[in-house]
C-alpha cells in the first residue's frame, strides 16, 4: 500500500503565495512520477505539473511561471509553490504519484486533497 499525505493548503489573498507537500510513504518500489492535479466542484480535475524521479518537470501551459514543481532528494516528498494567487486558483489540489511494481506495472495512487482558497 502507498500512502500520500498533502499539507499546505489553506485561505491566502489573492497575489498571496502558498506552499503545499505531499509525503509518499508505504511499499514504493519504483517511483516513476509525483505531481499535483486541482479540482472545483462541477470541473473535471485537471493537471498543474508533474515531476519526474530524474527531476524533469512538466506543467500545464496556463499554470508556467506561476507555479514551481519540486522533490526532495529522497525523492519521496513533492512540494508545489504557488505564486501570485488569483481567485481562480481556487480548487481541492491533489498530490499524484505514479508508482512501478516488481511485475512491472505501474498504478497512480492519490492523497485526500488540500484546500486551497484565494480570497479578500
Known amino acids: 500500500q502507498v500512502q500520500l499525505v498533502e499539507s499546505g493548503g489553506g485561505l491566502v489573498q489573492p497575489g498571496g503565495s502558498l506552499t503545499l507537500s505531499c509525503v509518499a510513504s508505504?511499499?514504493?518500489?519504483?517511483?516513476?512520477?509525483m505531481g499535483w492535479y486541482r479540482q472545483v466542484p462541477g470541473k473535471q480535475r485537471e493537471l498543474v505539473a508533474f515531476i519526474t524521479s530524474a527531476g524533469n518537470t512538466h506543467y500545464a501551459d496556463s499554470m508556467k511561471g506561476q507555479f514551481s514543481i519540486s522533490i526532495n532528494n529522497a525523492g519521496n516528498t513533492v512540494y508545489l509553490r504557488m505564486n501570485r494567487l488569483q481567485r481562480e486558483d481556487t480548487a481541492v489540489y491533489y498530490c499524484?504519484?505514479?508508482?512501478?511494481?516488481?511485475?512491472?506495472?505501474?498504478?497512480?495512487?492519490w492523497g485526500q486533497g488540500t484546500q486551497v482558497t484565494v480570497s479578500s
Open positions: 499524484n504519484a505514479r508508482i512501478g511494481d516488481p511485475a512491472g506495472l505501474d498504478y497512480d495512487y
Open positions: 508505504g511499499s514504493i518500489f519504483s517511483l516513476y512520477t
